[in-house]
């Protein structure tokens, strides 16, 4: 057996490789990201006797070329959680953190738990992308919503309120209604300086133009509330820059995010898991692929617990000889994106209430016992978790039987 560790960082890898029995091939050794050497490394890894298998932590994205390059030579690659690297122990009292000293640690962990490494493949690569853009998902959604704000702020100075006239959703090109309406009537002297009857007109065409349904009562509500407001800003053509460059800001947003949205629904249709993680209740066409995205392959879980655990909704122990605490926290140890998407799916049953669903039916019983909001929403996502666990398990080992026969 040959253990390859590779603390893989920005530029660079650390390799080292060694064997049972602390018998070291190759010391720790600084292999840079060029072509060249990296041929080198895959003709060092593949000149070795024995089996050999290649392990490195998944973290950032630094591991992706490195992994790929590797297991397109055909090499066995594993990509294990840091977590799990940082929880393995040195027999020392010692904790060095350098590169050399990580390899090292990542060669030994090889060795241990040599039976239980899992093969970097294709499928990696897929959930590897569509990770990578749910993370930008959420990135671009924070921008969406930094400029929602900005452009609120910068109309209670022009056309107060104007925000909230119209509650229609946003289409699939991430474009609203309100934030269109703003574009055209960006202060409030744009529609009180008409007649009711001009300006009726004047938004009838503009719905027209934009493919918006007209009512006249709507247009009589927008001019009455406009008529009463008081604008800070005078309109002139600053304010009109600021306010449609603000839009335009955010609207480019908005596309971005939509654009992004699909992208990761049409990625997440390719994994098998899709169609049982788009029945779950909770799970829609946003929510699933985020779902999947953050909790990667679930066949890598030994049980649902580890599951769980990942996430970092499994209650806490505080034990200790005669005393035994209740109440822990959790441990909050896993992905606080994959919480987020959790709760996320937990506010929509708690919203909607199925009665049916057995995640809100707990949820609810927990609520009516006095438990608190964090306690019965965590409570909930810990049930969703092990459901899943379940149900995706079951399928993906009936989609392997099939495939077998």
């Given at each position: ?50 089996e ?45 953190k ?17 039976a ?46 104007a ?28 529609v ?25 009562l ?26 449609r ?10 596309a ?10 049409k ?15 909770g ?17 890598r879980?030994?049980?649902?617990g ?47 209430s ?34 899943y ?17």
């Amino acid at each position: 057996m040959n253990a390859v560790g590779i603390d893989v960082s920005k530029g660079k890898s650390t390799v080292t490789i060694r064997k049972p029995g602390d018998v070291i091939l190759l010391p720790p050794r600084d292999i840079p990201h060029t072509k060249s050497q990296i041929n080198a490394l895959i003709e060092l890894i593949k000149g070795l006797d024995g089996e050999t298998k290649v392990c490195m932590e998944h973290t950032g994205r630094y591991y992706e070329p490195v992994a790929t390059w590797l297991s397109d030579a055909g090499i066995f690659v594993s990509a294990v959680n840091p977590i799990l690297i940082k929880g393995f122990g040195d027999d020392s009292l010692r904790s060095p953190k350098t590169d050399k000293a990580d390899s090292k640690k990542i060669a030994r962990y090889t060795l241990d738990r040599w039976a239980n490494l899992k093969q970097y493949g294709c499928m990696d690569k897929t959930r590897n992308q569509l990770k990578t853009m749910n993370r930008q998902f959420g990135f671009y959604m924070d921008q969406k919503t930094a400029m929602k704000n900005n452009l609120i702020a910068l109309i209670d100075q022009t056309y107060p309120g104007a925000n909230s006239f119209f509650d229609s959703p946003a289409r699939n090109d991430g474009s609203q209604k309100w934030v269109d309406f703003i574009h055209t009537y960006w202060h409030v002297d744009c529609v009180r300086s008409k007649s009711l009857e001009t300006f009726t007109e004047h938004y009838r065409n503009w719905c027209k133009r934009k493919g918006y349904n007209f009512s006249t009562l709507k247009a009589q509500e927008v001019y009455q509330l406009s008529s009463d407001l008081i604008a800070v800003f005078s309109k002139d053509a600053n304010t009109k820059m600021l306010i449609r460059q603000a839009v335009a800001m955010l609207n480019t947003a908005s596309a971005t995010v939509e654009s992004l949205r699909l992208e990761m629904d049409k990625t997440a249709s390719t994994l098998p898991e899709y169609p049982v993680v788009m029945a779950m209740n909770g799970v829609g066409p946003t929510l699933g692929p985020q779902l999947m995205a953050e909790i990667g392959d679930v066949t890598r879980f030994t049980h649902r617990g580890a599951l769980t655990a990942f996430a970092g909704v499994d209650p806490g122990k505080d034990d200790s000889g005669q005393r035994v605490r209740k109440s822990v926290p959790t441990t909050k140890k896993g992905s606080p994106s994959l919480r987020k998407t959790l709760f996320q799916i937990m506010d929509g049953l708690i919203k909607r209430s199925p009665a049916d669903d057995p995640v809100y039916a707990f949820m609810d019983k927990k609520r009516a016992q006095g438990k608190p909001y964090y306690v019965y929403m965590t409570a909930g996502a810990n049930k969703f978790l092990r459901i899943y666990y379940g149900r995706v398990k079951e399928y993906m080992a009936s989609l392997e039987t099939t495939q077998q026969q």
